[in-house]
């Protein structure tokens, strides 16, 4: 990580939670922001959920899920690029959306993870706690938490 002006790191490699929300948007604007500024690469990350009762009572439902936010995620793409920027799609498939992203975030050595402050979990996210929370308390590098 190269050091910018007042002291800030620009960072070279950015892990970005995106799930269509605007949150996410905001979080994405962010790091095309950040990584703007230090010629970085955004990892553009989807986690597809996997909730074994879904799955069990809707066949077919995380196939079209996948499908859907591979379209969402080529427009998120898009708009990296159009940038400037490179870019690297990340799937994960988990019930818990940040396991996947802690371990792309480690498997790609990034040096900054990029979230929006709430996603699309409306109920779940109430009953199951916050995924930037959990993000936070295992990831191996900083987290940026940006509101929409």
């Known amino acids: 990580m190269a050091e910018g002006r007042c002291g800030l790191r620009l960072h070279a490699s950015i892990l ?3 799930d269509g929300s605007r949150f996410s948007e905001a ?4 790091a095309i922001a950040m990584a703007t500024a230090g010629q970085g690469k ?5 986690v597809v959920n996997l909730n074994v009762e879904y799955i069990a009572f809707t066949p077919g439902l ?3 899920v996948a499908e859907e936010a ?6 998120a793409e898009q708009k990296v690029k159009n940038a400037g920027l490179a ?5 994960g498939y988990d019930a818990q959306p940040h396991r996947p992203i802690v371990a792309a975030a480690k498997k790609h050595q990034v040096s ?9 979990t409306g109920l779940a996210k109430a009953l199951l706690g916050s995924v930037s929370q959990r993000i936070i308390g295992h990831a191996p590098c900083p987290v940026l938490v940006v509101p929409g």
């Open 87 to 91: 870019c690297e799609v990340v799937m």
């Open 42 to 46: 955004l990892y553009l990350m989807h």
């Open 16 to 18: 970005v939670a995106y």
């Open 62 to 64: 995380a196939e079209k």
């Open 27 to 30: 979080a994405l604007d962010q």
């Open 70 to 75: 591979q379209g969402m995620l080529q427009k």
């Open 112 to 120: 900054l993870i990029v979230v929006g402050s709430q996603g699309r």
